[in-house]
């Protein structure tokens, strides 16, 4: 008989039952504990990690950008300054649409053309996000006023109140003190950039530029708590940002208005510097622009037409424009040739108008017609004889002129404390041959040897060597800032170094020299002697005029029938008091003529701004002087 089957086994199933749940019991104990060390390990063990990266979501370090130094002249004038302005900024992150929100922004105030255009190239250089980005600067009252009733429909935006760049006298130092722009990412891989993480600009030219380590200043910090919008909440921490240096400079505002207000709406240059420390006194480069264009960025129409101008109001002068020094190089060569013993300062010569060299048919004139008859050095100087310095030049050769010049700073940049200095051409035999591989000819000496040909020289270079004329072969080094002002204490900049001084074998030949030049201005034959008309004082000077295009050996120089652009450039060099000399100057004026009647009273009018108030003080009386 067969056996019953048996459908459920019921001990079988409570033993599998037992074991599943211990099991799970353990794998449930595993995770518990498993989740309980791994809340250890981030509560605990982790917990400054954690803290920190949850801190830093609310919590964040801001840069706060240093006041830019100021910059003054020797007097305390203040040619450089900071201005508190307005300006409309905008957050990326929080604006939105970008161009709807400059669009609603343009509706309410002027915004030029390319302005939009500028802020978007700004906006994809900016450093951190969640940072303001400049719209537009200088908003007068009637615009903040305008923007501030509209801001809550315009998310992002907000005004900003900031320190600009600001020039007082505009146009007058464009040249000289240059200006600061917005920094670009090139300039900012030269520059330490967490320094600079806040900082909007930098010095673009001139002494802004030179100076930049000194006027920038070392950046401050603050720890700021912000809200899910990066809005900040509150300071927590703040540390000062250390403002720049301010600079004083060797520089005299009266004096360089008098160069501007002389030379008035023409091209030119005019540079004047003190014999004794080198310090520049007027640096006039003209026309000019202002500068406060640039500071918050040009917009393209006015950068173009600058750009655009015959006149190059871009263009420095004064350190750039390198021009054919003429005969404001003819005591330097005098000197020279008796030196050399080439010649002696009672040897005369018969001028008839021209001088012409053994087998050469070619006529090398003189600037009078029918020449100046029998000459000396000394009257060949006041007079400025070519023919005369036609013979010296020949006899001399150009490597000795060459080689004498060459100390008074001729063809070698000065290294003064500007940018974009170019060094002129002081020609030798050695020069041509490397820089166009060609022969030296003898009629090249003769026109080197009035400043002609070849060789050039900037204003600047100009000025230099007519220092070291009136210091007697002193040497000096060119200067624009002569002391620091650190927190409030001032500390003039050491001396830079100079090339060795002139030393001649008869210190009388110094002498001689410039007693020539002092005809120039004070006998009624020199070439500049309507500038002696009321003198306080004793100048000594050398007119110079440069040909700007060669003319045909029997043609006559008319400047009426000659366009302005080709007419010839004038030069004037001097130096005063003869006595105990104090200023040094240099003008060109771009295709003025005649150096002495043109470049000549820039000159005076420069040495008068400078040295009349000292020779009046000097003068004073104690009865008209004020009682302590």
């Known amino acids: ?37 791994r809340l250890f390990y981030l509560q605990i063990y ?88 400049p719209l537009r600067y200088r908003l007068n009252e009637e615009e903040i006023a305008k923007l501030s009733v509209n801001l809550h429909n315009m998310p992002g935006v907000s005004i900003e109140a900031s320190l600009v760049r600001s020039y007082p006298h505009k146009s007058a130092l464009a040249h000289t003190i240059g200006y600061v722009g917005r920094i670009n990412e090139r300039e900012l891989k030269k520059v330490n950039a967490n320094n600079y993480s806040a900082t909007e600009h930098i010095g673009k030219t001139g002494v802004e530029r030179f100076y930049e380590n ?46 501007i207000k002389a030379i008035g709406d023409r091209r030119g240059a005019a540079i004047a510097i003190d014999p004794n420390t080198g310090g520049i006194l007027a640096f006039a480069s003209m026309p000019a622009f202002d500068a406060n264009l640039f500071v918050t960025g040009i917009d393209y ?73 029998m000459v000396n050095l000394s009257k060949a100087i006041m007079r400025s004889c070519d023919t005369y310095f036609y013979e010296l030049a020949h ?62 020289a900037t204003p600047l270079q100009l000025a230099v060597s007519t220092a070291v004329l009136a210091n007697r072969g002193k040497n000096i080094a060119p200067r624009m800032v002569q002391s620091i002002e650190t927190d409030g204490y001032i500390e003039d900049l050491p001396t830079p170094e100079k090339s060795n001084d002139i030393v001649l074998t008869d210190p009388l030949n110094w002498t001689k020299a410039i007693a020539s030049m002092e005809k120039v201005v004070h006998n009624p034959r020199g070439t500049a002697y309507k500038l002696s008309k009321g003198i306080q004082y004793k100048m000594a000077g050398k007119s110079g005029t440069a040909q700007v295009f060669t003319i045909k050996q029997d ?52 040495i008068d701004a400078y040295l009349l108030p000292q020779l009046a003080n000097a003068n004073a009386t104690p009865s008209s002087q004020e009682k302590p």
């Open 395 to 456: 006899n001399l050769g150009i490597d000795n002129i060459h080689d004498f010049m060459a100390p008074f700073g001729f063809g070698t940049r000065t290294n003064i404390d500007l940018v974009s200095e170019k060094p002129g051409i002081l020609p030798s035999r050695f020069w041509k041959k490397a820089t166009k591989s060609q022969p030296w000819y003898p009629g090249e000496t003769l026109i080197a040897g009035i400043g002609q040909g070849y060789m050039l």
């Open 214 to 259: 000194q006027l920038h200043g070392q950046v401050g910090f603050q720890t700021v708590e912000t809200n899910a919008r990066g809005k900040i909440t509150r300071v927590l921490d703040r540390e000062a940002p250390t403002p720049g240096d301010n600079l004083h400079l060797y520089l005299d505002w009266a004096t360089q208005q008098a160069a």
């Open 46 to 133: 982790q917990h400054e990690t954690y803290r920190t990266k949850a801190d830093s979501n609310r919590i964040s370090k801001h840069p706060i950008a240093p006041n830019r130094g100021l910059i003054f002249d020797r007097n305390g004038v203040l040619l450089a300054d900071n201005q508190p302005t307005y300006s409309v900024s905008i957050i990326k992150e929080l604006a939105g649409d970008i161009d709807q929100t400059i669009e609603s922004i343009g509706n309410l105030i002027t915004l030029k053309e390319g302005t939009a255009k500028r802020f978007k190239k700004r906006l994809s250089q900016r450093r951190r996000p969640f940072s303001e980005v």
């Open 555 to 606: 043609e006559k120089y008319d400047a009426s029938k000659i366009s302005e652009w080709h007419r010839d450039h004038a030069l004037f060099i001097a130096f005063a008091p003869i006595e105990n000399p104090k200023i040094a100057v240099a003008v060109i004026i771009e295709n003025g003529g005649g150096g002495g009647t043109n470049a000549g009273p820039v000159a005076r009018a420069m």
């Open 301 to 373: 129409k006015s950068y173009k037409d600058l750009q655009e101008s015959r006149a190059r109001p871009l263009f420095n002068r004064g350190i750039q424009g390198q021009y054919p020094p003429g005969s404001t190089i003819k005591p330097i060569v005098a000197i020279a040739g008796v030196e050399k013993g080439t010649t002696n300062w009672e040897r005369t010569i018969y001028d008839p108008g021209w001088y012409k060299l053994e087998n050469d048919d070619h006529l090398y004139r003189d600037w009078k017609k029918y020449g100046h008859g």
């Open 1 to 37: 008989m067969a056996k019953p089957a048996t459908f459920k086994d019921h001990y079988r199933e409570t033993r599998i039952f037992r074991f599943r749940a211990l099991v799970a019991t353990v794998i449930v104990l595993v995770a518990m504990l498993i989740l309980v060390i």
